[in-house]
């Protein structure tokens, strides 16, 4: 029996900056995810689910993350988050090749 896996969808407040312009729209929603820094960030849910989703092996590791994230970018404004039970995708291609022999000198046309 495999283990679940866990990711967290952030459902935000509406935010204005000082000119009223809608930086988040109310009940919108954002996967967590890793940036390129390592940092846990956002990304929109309207898109594919991320290749960069921040992982949680159990629902205590959730509850902690929610108390300690300071969220990313500051405009996030946590209403409510949502826990998604998760799997990975794997795929088999081709990635180089590699020498396994030479043909003999008989066998080439």
């Given at each position: 029996?495999?283990?679940?896996?866990?990711?967290l969808?952030?459902v935000?407040?509406q935010?204005?900056?000082a000119d009223?312009?809608?930086?988040?729209?109310e009940?919108?929603?954002?996967?967590?995810?890793?940036d390129?820094?390592?940092?846990?960030?956002?990304?929109?849910?309207?898109?594919s689910?991320p290749?960069n989703?921040?992982?949680?092996?159990?629902?205590?590791?959730?509850?902690?993350?929610k108390?300690?994230?300071?969220?990313?970018?500051w405009?996030?404004?946590?209403?409510?988050?949502?826990?998604?039970?998760?799997?990975?995708?794997?795929?088999?291609?081709?990635?180089?090749?590699?020498k396994?022999?030479?043909?003999?000198?008989?066998?080439?046309p």
């Open positions: 029996m495999k283990d679940k896996q866990y990711a969808i952030v935000c407040k935010f204005l900056d009223d312009y809608e930086l988040q729209m009940d919108s929603e954002e996967w967590i995810v890793y390129e820094y390592g940092d846990a960030t956002t990304h929109s849910v309207l898109h689910v290749d989703l921040t992982i949680f092996y159990s629902l205590e590791e959730i509850e902690e993350f108390k300690e994230w300071v969220p990313h970018p405009w996030i404004v946590p209403k409510e988050w949502k826990v998604v039970e998760v799997e990975p995708v794997y795929s088999t291609m081709i990635v180089g090749w590699k396994t022999s030479s043909v003999a000198a008989s066998e080439q």
